[in-house]
């Protein structure tokens, strides 16, 4: 589906001047659902997130209630090693009391019935907590067992991410602090390039030392074939003036899909590959200054890790 959409966009740029506004509309309405879709899948990545935080909070609360079955376990153990002992004397003093009268003989009788049903409903409590401490313990192991096993999945796709983000910052080394900046937060790896290196005013045309920037990024995350790759592209809350696109939103996209078919032309997988166009929505500083509003013309590359192998063990 990418390519079929990389196709048409192609044919757009070429011809430009010919297209109709409803083919250009339809083209943009997959561009919007390739967004959603990779939203989508960051929201699923944050939901991954709370669910791992949610089994070690279920954890920590199955220790806790283990402990408190323990504890109620050894109460009952020291009530009947109690009436056992009780039990004892009673049949001793029975002995004793079977020269009494036989009023004595029967009221003693009742007593030790009594002891006796007391002591078999202790004997059933004591069998219950103890089958229902067996299936806590089994259902802590398994709960323990899925933790870890979570926490290693997610440990091995954050070492993934910091060797990615590495191997980035070294093929892009000459560019970072000239308008480039690589960061890892979240679980996910941040490229940003602003416009001053990739774009002219009102352009979506990459530039001869962006595109060699771009072109150095595709020759890692094509050697990464499970990274989802998200191109955002952003602009400040100056009006788009040009005649060829409707506003910035428009232009924002633009710019996106000018980046991604770069990744593509250097063998970046395009079915990694989504891009979005957020306009002036998404600033990272104030659009009141010249500065504030160079920093908000940007292109946001966004790499995220394939959670699939996560998904598939919740589900499990």
């Not at 504890?71 to 049949?91: D, F, G, V």
Request: charged share 30%.
């Amino acid at each position: 589906m990418l390519k079929k959409v990389a196709v048409l966009v192609l044919i757009t740029l070429t011809l430009s001047s010919c297209v109709s506004k409803k083919v250009y509309q339809e083209l943009e309405s997959k561009f919007n659902k390739l967004r959603t879709s990779n939203s989508e899948l960051i929201k699923e990545n944050d939901e991954l997130l709370k669910v791992k935080k949610g089994l070690q909070n279920d954890l920590a609360s199955l220790k806790e209630d283990l402990k408190k079955l323990q504890a109620k376990k050894q109460i009952l153990e020291n009530e009947y090693a109690s009436l056992q002992n009780k039990h004892k004397n009673l049949e001793e003093s029975y002995g004793v009391l079977s020269t009494q009268s036989s009023k004595e003989l029967a009221e003693q009788s009742k007593k030790n019935q009594d002891l006796l049903v007391k002591l078999e409903e202790k004997e059933r409590k004591l069998l219950e907590e103890s089958l229902r401490l067996e299936e806590m313990e089994r259902q802590l192991s398994l709960r323990s067992e899925e933790v870890d096993e979570l926490q290693s999945l997610i440990k091995a796709k954050e070492a993934q991410m910091q060797k990615l983000k590495n191997a980035i910052s070294s093929a892009l080394h000459n560019f970072e602090g000239n308008g480039l900046t690589v960061v890892h937060k979240n679980g996910k790896i941040y490229v940003s390039m602003e416009n001053k290196l990739l774009f002219n005013s009102g352009s979506w045309a990459v530039g001869t030392e962006g595109k060699k920037a771009v072109e150095q990024l595709a020759s890692v995350l094509s050697e990464n074939k499970d990274i989802n790759v998200l191109i955002e592209g952003h602009t400040d809350n100056v009006p788009y003036k040009g005649t060829t696109l409707i506003d910035n939103w428009d232009l924002s996209v633009k710019r996106a899909t000018a980046i991604v078919r770069i990744l593509k032309d250097k063998g970046v997988d395009p079915t990694q590959i989504t891009a979005a166009g957020r306009s002036e929505y998404l600033p990272v500083d104030s659009n009141k200054t010249r500065e504030g509003k160079a920093k908000n013309r940007r292109i946001e590359i966004i790499l995220a890790p394939n959670l699939d192998e996560i998904s598939k063990l919740l589900k499990e």
